[in-house]
């Protein structure tokens, strides 16, 4: 594909995404590895979203399966914890953006019909017809990469020749096929899954060459926020990472990276806008 994930059109929920953009985590799940079920009960999770919106979130991103390893989450019980959720964020903030988390395309059909605007399929596509569902509905998708590591499975001894190739080779594989299957050009991102299937020497390798990412023309999405290459580069527990976090946007939106996915909606907001000021208005 020609063109630089920089300046490449981004459009989601009939929105046009311009210089950095803010995806705000929302957890409904009793057992996420940051908040500890902070949003797991509906009204919390509705006042979660309120703040990140007040906060300058672009993007509120549902999950309802904790991405590691935990007790199993069968699709009903997904359905149950983000359908109605998507919903509610839909008639509470008609402008903002509605991203979920899901590598299923059963939940992915019933998310668009409730409202979603975003599948976001952190696990590299393990069910093939998540695209399909994105294409049918008009839905944008987010194309990542996990290994081909199962879906809340953690990597031992992966190895790559070089994983920055290696990521870039299947996202932008899976990109090409979500666009062939109908999936909107502006409605495609790529993300190369810091910790999903790889070590803490890979995440930062990622990192530092995230501009090879946005030099394949599609639009790049991070999601380091608060995540364990941070805590074991640093020495910090899980709740000690956010000067962390905010160092790792900075290089990465300087490297290229578009869409930021987030716990700490206002700093990231702020972090993001220096950025911008010292790169000259991005």
Not at 1 to 16: E, F, I, N, S, V
Not at 145 to 172: L, N
Not at 213 to 221: E, I, K, N, R, S
């Amino acid at each position: 594909m020609d063109g630089d994930g920089r300046t490449a059109r981004l459009r989601l929920g009939g929105r046009d995404l311009d210089g950095y953009s803010i995806m705000a985590v929302l957890n409904r799940t009793p057992d996420s590895f940051f908040d500890r079920g902070a949003t797991y009960t509906f009204a919390a999770a509705m006042a979660a979203v309120d703040r990140a919106v007040a906060e300058g979130a672009d993007i509120i991103d549902i999950g309802g399966v904790k991405a590691g390893p935990g007790d199993e989450v069968d699709v009903a019980e997904e359905l149950r914890r983000v359908v109605d959720t998507v919903a509610a964020v839909r008639e509470r903030h008609p402008d903002v953006v509605i991203s979920v988390d899901t590598w299923r395309a059963e939940v992915g059909d019933a998310v668009a019909r409730a409202g979603a605007d975003l599948l976001n399929d952190t696990w590299g596509g393990p069910d093939p017809e998540l695209a399909a569902v994105a294409a049918e509905h008009g839905l944008g998708l987010v194309c990542s990469h996990a290994g081909h590591q199962a879906p809340r499975t953690r990597p031992h001894r992966v190895g790559y020749d070089d994983v920055v190739a290696e990521v870039i080779a299947h996202v932008t594989g899976e990109a090409e096929r979500a666009l062939a299957l109908g999936v909107r050009r502006d409605g495609i991102l790529i993300d190369p899954a810091h910790d999903f299937g790889k070590n803490t020497r890979q995440s930062l390798e990622i990192s530092r060459r995230l501009g090879e990412l946005a030099d394949t023309g599609w639009p790049v999405l991070v999601a380091v926020s608060n995540k364990d290459f941070i805590g074991e580069t640093l020495g910090r527990p899980v709740d000690k990472r956010g000067v962390g976090t905010m160092a790792v946007l900075g290089v990465s939106a300087w490297l290229g990276a578009r869409v930021f996915r987030v716990h700490d909606v206002a700093g990231a907001r702020l972090a993001l806008g220096r950025v911008a000021a010292l790169r000259g208005g991005s």
